[in-house]
């Protein structure tokens, strides 16, 4: 984006630069500075532009950037080619990257079910009252792109030590002014330069806090002048300007108005260039990463049209081999560790802990792959914002060192929950909560973990975890809970009753962890059960109170890469209970459930999986029902409760089809989404079970906000079965 103000560049710019080079003698060649815009992906002209100048053999002795001018003018510096670079940019998921949320995979166990169990992006802390991020995203993916590039050379005294000196602008938010970075932190200088305010988090250093360095300075001509340069050549992206007509969402006006801002400081800085190479890339927006080899194209195509211009600093073939050759001989290579360190905000405990976990990298080369899945393993442990690595020299070794930088608004951390179910919607049943957890509550690894919610259900649940020694898998888990809900009884579309379940439980679990993938869990749960109606006159559900107790081994396990949308994957829960008393059955009875789904990518916007359900109590009376189909989940063209039993089986297979990406501060994606199921119940205690299998189908939206998926949905089914519903919350 562009305000208004860029109209006039071109021609502001046309007197303030000099379309002929300088005279210079055959035995020197005047130091050209190149300077690269920011501009999100628009910058990926950049590598165009570059790729036309090296095969033309013209030398830059200096590269100053902004932004994602910054980000491949860092790259390019480092002494990579333009395919290397291409390459590297290529290679990064931009999605994953702008979405601000750690890959779903690379989650803990307990991260993963609090990501399935409460969906939705948002989440904040009451470390100093109510607290939001900084940002909407950490940059967390950022730092380990930068670390893997300036990983060889962390400890330059001055980025001109670089194959290609180097210096890139950034916005100190304490002072007011631009901070050129000319030494320090490679990968710090670069992601400080890209912080875009709102959405990435400020970069800390010291007393200085580091937004992207648009805002003051998007075009750095005058830090290329500075470096020494004798002739700056500005690469200026070229949008299309608003239109007056246009609308604007809240985020689109903030959007603009930093545009706004930006076009300003762009006007002064090109007046400053001695050649200014304008990129045409009016087609294109600043979130077109997916357009990545067409806008590199657009780069190369405009370096090329300005030729005439540019040839004039073409070396010969000789000249430009010994240019090469003194650049690489700049190239570092990585050290390998003889130790590893952990520092930062991390608690003595926690930082032997990572010591220990990371000590197999000592003595080895590096393996940037394998270290930055390592650095995401422990921001998937909930509790670091960031964890960046970089070389370090102590006592003469070379040894790897871990940064960390704990949550600064927590903890706790409170996942707000929202969860509406549509399923009738003339009965529509809403509710509010949260999920707070308490990170090393007591000591490392162990965390407490309490559920609020309100409104149609009335809920708080709480569970302590605790692992037998800080780096065990085995671990005990004692919890508690009150549960107030609303359980509405269906014939067809009609509402028989309305029934209040309520229940106070206590018991306590021991188990084991599967690293991030499963646990295991044995325990035993017990406390008070009371079921009465609260709407209606037709009997289907006991009224009952008393006691209840069960013995319990439950398995979970979660391959999936996604908690609300899977694309691929396997989800897997199967328990089996054994109740010693319940107070509406006339002894003790078993309860056993499987639910299995798995899930297969057909190519990148479309995705099947299959569902597998069971469940029984053996021919065991359990007194209220043990399983209930019908709803927004399950055999989803039946109403609410309308098939309670305590025997059934289902069938499920459906296909997802992404159709739209929504703005990152909005949520993700807009999906397709098609089901069809087939099932089996047995002995309804409202009524005969149907003769034949029920089926249906079912077909409607799936859009996945920050505050939780959004389904909205229409199904058909046999024995006359139709309706229309919606809901927001947990979808598989």
Known sequence: MRSLFLLGALAISSCGYSQVPPKRDSATRPKLGLVLEGGGALGLAHIGVITWMEEHHIPVSYVAGTSMGGLVGGIYATGRSPAEVREL???????????????????????????????????????????????????????LILDRVALPYSELPTFNDLPIPFACVATDLVSGKPHVFH?????????????????????????????????????PIDVARDMGADVVLGIHLETEPLSPKATLP????????????????????????????????????????????????????????????????????????????????????????????????????????????????????????????????????????????????????????????????????????????????????????????FLDFGSYRSELRTDVVVGSQYLLDTEYYHPYTPSSNWFIAPRAGLNSQQLNVYSGNTLQASYRLREFLGGIDTGYAFGRTGELRLGYEGGYQKIYPEIGNVPTLPTTSGATGDVRIQYQLTTLDQPVIPRSGV??????????????????????????????????????????????????????????????????????????????????IGYIRE?????????????????????????????????????????????????????????VGDYGHARFYFRIGRVF
């Open 659 to 715: 159709l739209a990406h929504l703005p990152p501060l909005l949520g993700s994606t807009v999906d397709f989404l098609g089901v069809l199921e087939v099932g089996k119940t047995y002995k309804l205690p409202n009524g005969p079970s149907p003769p034949n299998l029920p089926m249906d189908a079912a077909a409607g939206l799936l859009v996945n906000t920050i505050f939780g998926p959004v389904l909205v949905a229409g199904s």
């Open 571 to 652: 989800s897997l829960l199967a328990y089996t209970k054994g109740y010693t008393v319940n107070p509406a059955a006339p002894g003790p009875f078993p309860v056993t459930e499987i639910q299995a789904q798995d899930f297969f990518r057909l190519n990148k916007p479309s995705s099947i999986f299959v569902g597998a359900y069971g469940g029984s109590t053996y021919g065991y009376k359990a007194g209220v029902p043990a399983f209930s189909l019908g709803g927004s989940q399950r055999l989803v063209a039946w109403s609410t409760n309308e098939l309670l039993t305590n025997q059934y089986f289902l069938g499920q």
């Open 89 to 143: 940019i290529n290679g990064i998921d931009w999605d994953q990257v702008l979405s601000g949320e750690t890959p779903f995979t690379d989650l803990s166990f307990r991260r993963k079910q609090d990501a399935h169990e409460v969906p939705g992006s948002l989440e904040f802390g009451l470390r100093k009252g109510l607290q939001f991020p900084a940002g909407f995203n950490t940059g967390e993916q950022v730092d």
């Open 183 to 219: 030494d320090g932190s490679l990968s710090l200088a670069m992601r400080s330069t890209m912080s875009l305010p709102g959405i990435f988090s400020p970069v800390r250093s010291g007393d200085h806090l580091y937004a992207d360095g648009g805002l003051l300075n998007n075009i």
């Open 250 to 437: 809240s985020y689109g006006v903030l959007g603009q108005s930093i545009s706004v801002m930006i076009a300003a400081n762009e006007l002064r800085s090109m007046e400053q260039a001695d050649i200014l190479v304008t990129v045409p890339l009016q087609k294109y927006t600043t979130l077109d990463y997916d357009k990545a080899d067409a806008i590199i194209k657009v780069g190369y195509d405009a370096a090329a049209a300005k030729a005439a211009v540019l040839a004039a600093y073409s070396v010969s073939p000789g000249e430009w081999e010994e240019y090469l050759a003194v650049r690489n001989s700049r190239r570092k290579s990585v050290p390998i560790p003889t130790f590893v360190e952990v520092t930062g905000t991390a608690s003595p405990v926690m930082k032997q802990g990572m010591e220990k976990q990371l000590s197999g990298l000592v003595g080895k080369p590096i393996d940037t792959e394998t270290l930055g899945q390592d650095m995401m393993s422990i921001i998937g442990q909930g509790r670091f914002s960031t964890s960046t690595y970089s070389m370090v020299e102590k006592d003469g070794q070379q040894g790897l060192q871990i940064q960390t930088e704990q949550k600064a608004y927590a903890p706790p951390i409170v996942r707000p929950l929202i969860l509406i179910d549509g399923s009738d919607y003339n009965n529509v049943l809403f509710s509010i909560g949260a999920r707070v957890t």
